[in-house]
């Protein structure tokens, strides 16, 4: 039987066909369960359960997605505006964190942004690891594996 490793609940097959469930890292998780976060996550990537961050809906993961994706070089205007724009996703979540990364040049101004508005910025750290999986043809497949490990955080912990 499939549980959620939040509330031990059962995890149905259905719910995960229509994202109402997750499976990461060998565990199942309810997506309303993650819900409860007060986290946000402000990447481009799904989040690991570990890193605890809320749920995101389809319309957040677009507006989070097209914000940190720069197709021509960016003005300092166009970086600062978006910034406050995934500041504004942040504040709309009620987040009090919010885990960011992406393009190394928007960070400090989302960074700054972020903190203006009492929410705590975190970098996450992870161990990258890489595994060979040998094929039944002998070719080798390389996979790698991040596995998070905590959180930077450039002001002292709570």
């Known amino acids: 039987m499939k549980t959620c490793q939040i509330c031990g609940r059962e995890v149905t097959d259905s719910q995960l066909a ?15 369960c993650l819900d409860d976060q007060t986290r946000i996550n402000l990447t481009q990537h799904q ?10 809906s389809e319309e957040q993961e677009r507006a989070i997605r097209n914000l940190l994706t720069f197709t021509e070089l960016p003005s300092l205007s166009e970086i600062t505006d978006r910034a406050v724009a995934l500041a504004d996703l942040a504040c709309e979540a009620e987040a009090t964190e919010a885990m960011i990364g992406g393009a190394p040049y928007l960070m400090p101004a989302l960074d700054l942004v972020l ?11 992870s161990l990258r690891e890489s595994v ?7 070719s080798i ?6 596995v998070h490990v905590g959180f930077v955080r450039l002001t002292e912990e709570k």
């Open 47 to 56: 989040s690991l359960p570990a890193q605890q961050c809320a749920g995101r």
């Open 141 to 146: 497949v390389k996979r790698t594996r991040f």
């Open 18 to 32: 229509h994202a109402h469930a997750i499976y990461t890292e060998n565990a199942y998780y309810h997506t309303d």
């Open 115 to 125: 903190r203006t508005r009492g929410i705590e910025p975190l970098y996450a750290f």
């Open 132 to 138: 060979d999986e040998e094929q039944s043809d002998g």
